[in-house]
């Protein structure tokens, strides 16, 4: 059964950004509809998301050419209107070169390299539900926005896999992880190829010159988590303990290497089994990873399947870092992105607790050297991580600043209040978006504490906490 998904911070941002546009017109005494615009609010990417839409479900038709790196097909939107609009934005890279709203075609334009705006014949109403079909095609290698070049690609495979922008490279959304949507996919490329996708793969259908591989996930999730991959891998499925794996892994990769990257992913099931213990059930269908040959130096954690790079060496830490993802992250959203530090700093503090469990190392112990070891004068502790910049939101304090404030967090309020405030936190926003501020307000609440001093300490003071046992130090 499909999880229900909360949508009030993405309407909430959406009739903030289309306000202004009403107020204007009340005062020049226009009765039109007002223009979605181009941003839902994040002071962070001002251009990412769409104002007055609510994104339910995507379903993309793509056809990749590895040799030309070529990208062309459709997309169809199922999405809401959260206010009266004469147009709407979606964002997206590539050309469209044909835009149908509701069985009729629609004006389109492009207002910057970024937006692609869409004018239906008729206005939409607030709390209407609508059809959007685009069309388009391009290389997505020669894009680029807010800086980034995000396509990663050669002749021979392509993982559509980065964060914070990875979606207006191959299809038009509304790319902001408070609109969280479903998705069906199908990529169409050259016969003898995989097509690796998010989900479960519903179908594989040959011709004589391709094969298109449809892939679909019934949990939202947000855009720049959908990703698909292809080239030659080698695939691997599964259950383990009752839980349904697709693994694969790139051959480009050398045998060898090859042979240790599969090694790797197969620990996946287990590991979320694990997790579970401290967690609770694990929120989707279906698990596993990719591994790609191409060159990235970063793993992502895609929805139901982690994208990594070579990883021929260990990588135990790596695999749980981006499986606890999938509960904090994935399934539980940021609503805003300078809240990062709810996604990392609470995977790093699950690498922490794998160690602690395996009797390795204590997360306490880990705390302790870190705090000891990183001097109060250091670049380190001069990151806010509740609000880290833009330019700053991977920064290896966000992780382990993060991952601190967790553990010392625990050793303030206690060992059983503090489990039961991750998993109270992991049911109460499932399928939705939260803030650092609820999850303060979450941690007061179960624990019966005034927690203001020790998060003011650990997220937004740009310096090293005191060692009180008011910051769980003592």
């Known amino acids: 059964m499909t999880r229900t998904l909360r949508r009030t911070s993405a309407a909430l941002l959406a009739a903030v950004v289309v306000a202004p546009v ?3 017109q009340a005062a020049s005494g226009e009765q039109s509809a007002p223009a979605g615009s181009s941003g839902v609010g994040d002071p962070y990417w001002p251009l990412d998301g769409n104002g007055g839409i609510d994104v ?6 793509n056809r ?12 169809v939107l199922t999405l809401t209107a959260t206010s009266d609009l004469s147009s709407f934005n979606l964002d997206f890279l590539l050309k469209a070169s044909k835009v149908i709203v509701d069985g009729r ?3 389109h334009s492009r207002p910057d390299k970024h937006e692609l705006r869409i004018t239906p014949d008729a206005p ?3 709390g209407s539900t609508h059809r959007v079909v685009v069309h388009y095609a391009g290389n997505p290698g020669t894009k680029s926005y807010a800086g980034e070049r995000n396509w990663l690609a050669n ?3 392509v993982v559509a896999m980065n964060q914070p922008h990875m979606a207006p490279w191959w299809f038009p959304g509304n790319d902001h992880p408070s609109d969280k949507a479903t ?12 097509v690796i996708g998010n989900g479960v793969l519903v179908s594989k259908e040959k011709t004589r010159r391709t094969v298109t591989w449809r892939w679909r996930a019934q949990d939202p999730m947000a855009t720049y988590l959908a990703f698909f991959a292809a080239g030659d891998f080698e695939v691997e499925r599964g259950t383990t303990q009752g839980l349904p794996w697709v693994n694969a892994v790139s051959r480009l990769q050398d045998p060898r290497t090859r042979v240790g990257s599969m ?4 620990t996946s099931a287990a590991v979320v089994r694990g997790l579970e213990q401290d967690l609770g059930p694990y929120p989707f269908e279906v698990t596993g990873g990719i591994s790609t040959g191409l060159s990235v130096g970063f793993a992502l954690e895609n929805q139901t399947r982690p994208t990594y790079p070579t990883l021929g060496g260990p990588a135990e830490s790596l695999v749980v870092h981006e499986l606890a993802h999938q509960w904090f992250g994935d399934d539980v959203a940021v609503a805003r992105w300078s809240d990062i530090w709810l996604n990392e700093g609470a995977a790093t503090f699950m690498e922490w607790r794998w160690t602690e469990r395996k009797g390795t190392r204590t997360a306490a112990d880990i705390l302790r050297d870190s705090y000891d070891t990183i001097a109060a004068g250091d670049p380190f502790w001069r990151l806010t991580i509740g609000d880290p910049g833009k330019d700053r939101i991977f920064d290896n304090a966000v992780y382990e600043r993060g991952a601190m404030t967790m553990q010392a967090l625990r050793q303030r309020i206690g060992e059983e209040p503090f489990w039961r405030l991750l998993r109270t936190w992991l049911q109460q926003e499932a399928g939705g978006n939260a803030t650092t501020q609820d999850f303060e307000a979450l941690a007061s609440s179960i624990s019966g504490q005034d927690l203001t001093s020790f998060f003011t300490a650990w997220l937004r003071t740009p310096a090293k906490p005191a060692r009180t046992a008011d910051n769980g130090l003592a």
Do not use: M
């Open 22 to 24: 009403l107020i204007a």
């Open 56 to 61: 339910a479900s995507y379903r993309i038709k």
């Open 64 to 75: 990749y050419d590895l040799p030309t790196q070529r990208l062309e097909g459709r997309t």
């Open 105 to 107: 075609r629609a004006e």
């Open 124 to 126: 939409l109403a607030a």
């Open 155 to 157: 002749d021979r495979e």
């Open 183 to 194: 998705f069906d996919v199908s990529t169409t490329v050259e016969r003898g190829r995989e």
């Open 263 to 266: 090694r790797a992913l197969r």
